[in-house]
DNA sequence: CGACTATTTCTATAAGTATCGAAATACTTC
DNA sequence: GAAGTATTTCGATACTTATAGAAATAGTCG
């Protein structure tokens, strides 16, 4: 079973449920199977606009349909919703900074070595190469363009270490961050910038 | 924490997120925060557009914002998506039968005596009271309005007991369901008229 | 306070769609 | 095959809303 979606697919899946009958369609075909004709007494609209929603519920592949005798009888396909949860529940935790997946062997190495498994740093290298490696590690936290205050900084920096004062000159200084003069605002540098720095 | 919600903000959250550009802003905010500006130029649309989508994913706890200098920095709260998510496998998970909200004390302690775990019928009682019971414990399967024909109440019935043929028969004397002489089609009888057969 | 910046609010427009009633279709029954 | 039933399709209308641009607001910096 394959819970990934196109994108489309998504927008679509959520547009059906995003209609007040439709939702109502779904939670009464959530105890049984209806026909038309039912769905809009309960509704209290014309069987068209039933028959409308349910055409579109089922291009979202929420409802199925069998027939019986005269009548076209509606389900719901509770793995549609199942399906959907799975796929929220994915979004739901965060991707991990970019880091992680594009990260050389070595990168891994340094990080595995002086950091905890929740991203804490745990000691610094003397290396300058591996502590190249802990200050990108932490960059991902600051987005381009956004101009931070030094409280801002602190608070961010927090999360790696307690001595927030040390990492923020060393990001200053091996040309991540920029400090401005007067203000005490910082931001983050460029990629191309900082790798000459 | 309250996982459940009113019928209108169910709506409200999946129209939400039934619009591409929301849908793609939700995924940009699940790696980090952005600003209203840099999510402009990553959809390629007006920052008034941006602050209209970013309003409706507020509206619906999506986002939440923090001021940042000049700056408006919008993230996306993933507990809002978790918290959907076992919403959705509630739903998923279809309600059972009319059944067991509303039983008596006797008639919950007859299915027990009479039914295993999943609803099936062990053996038939010979008490008329107790019997119905069971009777009315299969009901809730069959749709008002609808002409079933016969191989289809078999493999209904099925569910409940092999002996599907008595139980057809059963629910007809019984005055439940009604049988019509010549095409052999079955239909459920309206509640007042069966409780007085 | 005055200059400047990002964001929000306002206004108007264009696109999408929920709804109904009528006509067309599909299927059952006799 | 003809009559009857449920459902779908079609055509028209009303309502919602995504979007851009301009004006108003809120905030920062010096």
Redesign the interface.
Known sequence: MDHSKR??D???????????NR??I??LL??????V??LGAALGVGVSTVSHHLTRLAGAGLVSARS????N?YS?K??A??D???T??A?????R??SEQELSDYDRKVLATFTTSDGRIKTFPMQERKFRVLLRHIL??F???????EK?VNEILSKYNDDTARLRRWLVDFGYMAREGGGG?YWRVDEREASAG
């Open positions: 994108t489309s998504l927008v679509e899946f959520f547009k059906v449920l995003g209609e007040p939702l109502r779904v939670g959530a105890q049984r199977a209806y026909t004709e039912q019986e005798s005269y009548y009888l719901l509770t793995s919703l199942s959907m949860a799975k929220l529940l979004q739901a935790q965060p991707v900074p970019e991902p936290s987005s381009h363009g956004v101009r931070y205050t801002r605002k």
